[in-house]
């Protein structure tokens, strides 16, 4: 299993709060994506990074931001959490190959 | 418009039976197939690859199947285990782009019992 690391694990916060999912990885990677799962459904694409400082919407529209500051570092961020927000997101990473190395993802509840 | 299809949604066997999981996909052009397993609350994890030249593939008792003719892929657990309940995911990755995009079925929901 690659290095690639989640947190928080769960969540659980009021409307309108803003909130940042940390993602990071050790193995050097420069592709890093950003899913959203629904529970039974498959993953969506939300985001994307090709390395530093390079930052790509997804396949879904999502109101989240991400930035890529350092190749290790995918953080993911809501200004304003709403509870449509609530789902699963999971981080990847992949290097040269198009082999994606999941995290172990956040389960998001706004209440 | 590029799709995976998974079936069956959901399935039940005892401990030690087998089972086939299907998955057909309209990804072109294609690039490779996936199988993944997504334990409960976790990120999925690899458990084969194939390209298009290859029409079997072993990791354990995970066997994978691809005819790419028929754009359709198999996975086969042999004597399954407790440990083996999850959600098994086919994905499908195309050659067309550099970002190396990966469609994803809605996965299979296994549940072994003892």
């Known amino acids: 299993e690659a290095d690639i690391y989640q947190t928080p694990r769960y969540l659980v916060i009021g409307t309108g709060k803003k909130i940042t999912l940390e993602c990071s990885q050790t193995?050097?990677?420069?592709?890093m994506y950003w899913y959203q799962q629904d529970p039974g459904m498959e993953l969506h694409l939300i985001h994307y990074?090709?390395?530093?400082?390079?930052?790509e919407k997804g396949d879904l529209s999502s109101e989240s931001t991400v930035s890529r500051i350092r190749t290790e570092h995918f953080p993911l961020t809501l200004e304003s959490a709403r509870p449509s927000h609530t789902s699963q997101y999971l981080c990847?990473?992949?290097?040269?190959?198009?082999?994606?190395?999941f995290g172990p993802g956040t389960r998001l509840t706004v209440l | 418009k590029n799709q995976v299809e998974q079936s069956p949604q959901s399935l039940i066997i005892l401990e030690g039976k087998n089972c086939t999981l299907q998955?057909?996909?309209?990804?072109?052009?294609?690039?490779?197939l996936r199988w993944y397993k997504q334990d409960t609350g976790r990120g999925p994890v690899s458990l084969t690859i194939?390209?298009?030249?290859?029409n079997t593939k072993s990791n354990g008792r995970y066997t994978a199947t691809l005819d790419a003719d028929t754009k359709q892929s198999s996975l086969h657990i042999t004597a399954s285990q407790l440990s083996d309940s999850a959600s098994y995911i086919c994905?499908?990755?195309?050659?067309?782009?550099?970002?190396?995009?990966?469609?994803f079925g809605r996965g299979t929901q296994l549940t072994v019992w003892p």
């Open positions: 990847a990473s992949g290097g040269t190959t198009d082999t994606q190395y």
């Open positions: 193995m050097g990677h420069d592709k």
């Open positions: 990074s090709y390395g530093v400082n390079s930052t």
């Open positions: 998955c057909n996909y309209t990804v072109s052009p294609f690039s490779n």
């Open positions: 194939m390209t298009f030249s290859e």
């Open positions: 994905v499908v990755s195309d050659r067309g782009s550099t970002l190396g995009r990966l469609y």
